[in-house]
């Protein structure tokens, strides 16, 4: 059984998949994405998204570049648009997955 934490966590790290997904080249940077994420209600401070940025680079699902900005791999497009579902983050829901 998954926390209230561990659902929010899940749903951030869509989000931050979603927003690298409909960027151009699959990259965007820092501060972009926060304020993406931000604006789907998720309330993110800087240590958070460099901590969710880490555990999705560990997971093979980004690539951190340098400090400021961050790409999508093809793994996780692969997690973002729900071709698999992985622990961790949540499953788009139906019609979600459209720019």
Known sequence: MTT???EIAAARRLTILLALNFAPGYTLGRPVLRAFVERTGYIT???????????????????????????LTVRGEDVAIGRIQVPGVRSPSPGEVRP
Do not use: C, K, Q, T
Not at 51 to 69: Q, R
């Open 4 to 6: 209230y934490a561990e």
């Open 45 to 71: 401070s800087a240590d958070l998204l460099a901590a969710e940025i880490a555990w999705l680079a560990e997971m093979g699902y980004v690539e951190p570049l340098g400090l400021d900005a961050v790409r």
